[in-house]
């Protein structure tokens, strides 16, 4: 069954807000670093068999491991210095050694928006839900501009089941920033939710614009278009996710379920024998290949006939 949450993409900082700090460099192929202490990203899609003309549905989960896929940019970096503990040691008249305690908080808005906003990811990593949001609202609270944390926000009402106040959370994010893919992508993947089927297409077309690259978007754009009855028009869009990115098995079980739901059952059975090689612990793609194979060997029968 699917999971409840409804995005694609976890909070992360954005890299205009990474170059105000010179804590990390951006990977072009999504490397880690050494980065302490912070949510990494992995997108992963929970499925849904609705029958032989099957959509899925899915959302993503915290990891703590690092994705491979393009639509995600690398995850931020350490802490700011005012949100960082530091500790000097000198020695005294006495020669007794002294800790020198961790500096104050900087009263710089947008620097004390951005470590409450590291707060507020650290708090999404264990699961605190409500800590998560409330560390979210401080930062824009300091600092009204900062896109990620109204990305954040969002994606923590998204996890709450608060959907119109994740939407709108993702809508000033995209006010601020209209070029902001994530955003798009997860609010479309709302959208997908409310069944507004060509608003959520229409995010999905911002995001890839904004982030060609992205098979996560390329897969939900699909998924959109697919929802809307136009099964041929879905299947280049999983193909392209696919080719973009071979081991993102929710876009090729996509591909699959498109297959079979216009009666390909050869391509769909290719498609399902990669997927299970890839991940044989898919249990709706296992289903699926089962149910292909039985549509085949009906097929067969009919042509041969009874003996």
């Given amino acids: 069954m699917a999971k409840d949450s409804s995005d694609a993409v ?7 807000l990474r170059s105000r700090w010179s804590a ?5 192929n999504d490397s880690e670093g050494v980065r302490p202490s912070e949510v990494h990203i992995k997108t992963c899609v929970q499925t849904l068999w609705l029958g032989v003309g099957a959509v899925v549905l899915w959302g993503c989960n915290p990891s703590p491991t690092a994705s491979n896929s393009p ?17 000097n040691v000198s020695n005294n008249a006495s020669g007794t050694d002294k800790v020198v305690e961790p500096a104050p908080t900087s009263a710089d808005p947008a620097e004390a928006s951005l470590a409450r906003h590291h707060e507020g990811l650290r708090a999404l990593e264990a699961g605190q839900l409500d800590l998560a949001a409330e560390k979210f609202q401080q930062a ?13 926000l969002g994606f923590t009402y998204s996890r709450l089941k608060r959907i119109e ?10 006010e601020l920033v ?22 959520a297409e229409a ?12 098979s996560s978007a390329m897969n939900n754009l699909g998924r959109a278009v697919a929802m809307q009855s136009r099964v041929n028009d879905a299947i280049p869009l999983f193909r392209k996710a696919v080719q973009a990115n071979p081991d993102y098995s929710e876009a090729r079980f996509n591909l699959a379920n498109a297959y079979l739901s216009i009666a390909r059952f050869e391509e769909a059975k290719a498609e399902l ?20 194979k039985n549509l085949l060997a009906r097929e067969a029968n009919k042509k041969t006939g009874p003996r």
């Fill in 10 to 16: 976890l909070p992360q900082l954005s890299l205009r």
């Fill in 24 to 28: 990390c460099s951006a990977s072009s």
């Fill in 165 to 174: 106040d994740a939407v709108k959370s993702y809508e000033r994010c995209l």
């Fill in 273 to 292: 024998e990669v997927l299970l090689e890839k991940k044989p612990e898919m249990p709706q793609a296992r289903e699926a290949l089962a149910k292909v």
């Fill in 203 to 214: 995010r999905f077309h911002l995001a890839l614009t904004n982030q060609p690259e992205s």
């Fill in 71 to 87: 639509s995600n940019s690398p995850a931020p970096g350490t802490l700011p210095p005012a949100a960082q503990i530091q500790s």
């Fill in 178 to 199: 209209p070029t902001y893919a994530e955003a798009h992508n997860n609010l479309g993947n709302l959208l997908l939710l409310q069944r507004k089927f060509q608003e």
């Fill in 140 to 152: 824009i609270a300091a600092n009204p501009e900062n896109e990620d944390s109204h990305f954040s």
